[in-house]
């Protein structure tokens, strides 16, 4: 590829009132407002004794607050994104950056319970409008984990220095996901920087599991989660729910010990890395091997959280010896070990993978990341936790508008998502009292465009 004329004979202006550079607003917008949005935030938050006006509107600020992020704002600047060419022939009620500001900074913490419980009501409206988490399948995971995301202002509310060693603010998500859908977003909580990964953590579960109820789900439900949250709050969450539970547990003293007293011929080899199948014995030939016994969990704690479950343990060679940590048996010299607590009803061959394969929370917070979380923008934090709310509404609209526009990008990223159908480039013309927007010819995902155009009940030019 190369340039086609001189710099002497190219030119540039911004001067075309009727260009817009993201057409995908249209019908993402259409499907927030179809899945009523603006109505459950107009409801539902109450800003009522904000200064200057901040809190009037709540509906059109959240809904520019949400169609920035979805066209890539990661900061309250950045979302002026939306008043630039023919946009606003085609949204109204957009609102400038600094009036945006001052509405994120009026939120008090019950301000943004109401904003929660408002993006809640959403989701579930979302789901059964799209079908973003299929029904019919027989289990759901539900996955929950935390992130220290890295500020670098002082005087940020909340800010301070925790295990990462970093100064910043440290956040839970919830998601939930099948075996054929990609993960979706059901809670968010915010705290200080200095909070331990599992605070709070039962409380923030009751929340995601009855949202994931509310929105039609009746299949088999397993929590999973790494060792930050093997705690008998979260498994006592589980419980009274009706929950099954698939948490990692750290090697202490106490599964040490359990661990050692498995049957060594009770060890199965299972398809790990560089696993070969061996036709001829029917198995894995394998630097990994898996075994289950039962275990008493929370001993040290009352008697009503005493959990009987089971323990599966995942054991690797060790490669390199000085990894082995000093005054472990030989046991421990020659394997690392990896410890799932979990009364799942799948066998142990079923159990163990399960757990590992659906470990994509972490993907979720990289698609955050790469989106509107890329910053935590307010010194106020509240209006951050807001703003967090916010994106993670946004998240679940693009893949709730990827699911409707092909199988591909029902699993694609939200980065991907945006590219291909989100900022697609357009001209707005007039003509017979109707808008068209005419967009580049042999576009790629123009297929995977118009099915998501007509499935927001808009149509085509013919």
């Known amino acids: 590829m190369k340039s086609s004329h001189s710099p002497t004979r190219v030119f540039a202006a911004f001067d075309d009132p009727n260009l817009i550079a993201h057409a995908g607003l249209v019908p993402a917008v259409r499907l927030a407002e179809r899945c009523g949005l603006p109505r459950l935030v107009s409801e539902k938050v109450r800003l009522t004794d904000a200064k200057n006006g901040a809190g009037t509107a709540a509906d059109a600020k959240a809904m520019s607050v949400v ?12 979302l002026d994104v939306l008043r630039h060419g023919g946009l ?5 009620g957009v609102r400038a950056p600094s009036t945006l500001g001052s509405f994120l900074r009026a939120f008090t913490w019950g301000h943004v319970r109401q904003l929660q419980s408002a993006t809640r009501a959403f989701l579930c409206n979302l789901a059964a409008h799209t079908g973003l988490v299929p029904k019919t399948d027989e289990v759901v995971f539900v996955d929950i984990d935390s992130k220290v995301k890295q500020v670098y202002g002082p005087a940020k509310q909340g800010a301070s220095f925790g295990y990462t060693k970093v100064r910043g603010l440290h956040f839970q998500i919830v998601t939930v996901k099948t075996g054929t859908c990609a993960p979706v977003i059901v809670a968010t909580r915010l705290r200080k920087g200095s909070a331990g990964s599992g605070k709070g953590a039962a409380s923030l579960l009751r929340e995601a599991l009855a949202t994931v109820r509310a929105m039609g789900i009746t299949a088999q439900i397993i929590v999973r989660a790494d060792s930050a949250y093997f705690s008998h709050k979260v498994v006592a969450a589980c419980r009274k729910t009706g929950t099954r539970f698939s948490l990692a547990a750290a090697v202490t003293k106490t599964i040490r010990t359990a661990v050692e007293t498995i049957d060594p011929a009770a060890w199965t080899p299972i398809k790990y890395t560089d696993a070969i199948w061996d036709d001829e014995e029917q198995r894995w030939i394998s630097d990994a091997e898996t075994a289950e016994i039962p275990f008493t ?13 089971r323990l599966i343990v995942r054991r690797v060679k060790r490669l390199n010896p000085k990894t082995v940590p000093e005054g472990q048996s030989e046991l421990f010299a020659v394997w690392r070990h990896h410890v799932i607590f979990t009364d799942s009803p799948f066998v142990l061959a079923q159990a163990e993978p399960m757990h590992r394969e659906h470990a994509q929370v972490e993907q979720v917070f990289a698609d955050l990341e790469d989106s509107a979380l890329a910053h935590l923008p307010s010194g106020k934090f509240t209006a951050n936790a807001a703003w967090l709310t916010l994106a993670a509404t946004a998240y679940n609209l693009t893949r709730a508008a990827g699911h409707l526009a092909s199988a591909f990008h029902a699993r694609a990223r939200s980065g991907t998502i945006r590219r291909h159908l989100i900022h697609v480039p357009a001209r707005i013309a007039t003509g017979a009292r109707r808008l068209t927007l005419h967009m580049p010819q042999r ?6 465009f118009t099915d998501l155009w007509t499935a927001t009940g808009q149509r085509m030019q013919t």
Request: proline letters at 3%; hydrophobic letters at 45%.
């Open 67 to 78: 169609a920035g992020m979805l066209a890539g704002a990661d900061s309250i600047d950045d």
């Open 88 to 92: 606003p022939r085609l949204f109204g």
């Open 297 to 309: 969990a929370f001993t040290s704690k009352k008697k009503a959280f005493h959990t009987t479950a």
């Open 443 to 448: 576009w790629r995902w123009a297929d995977d």
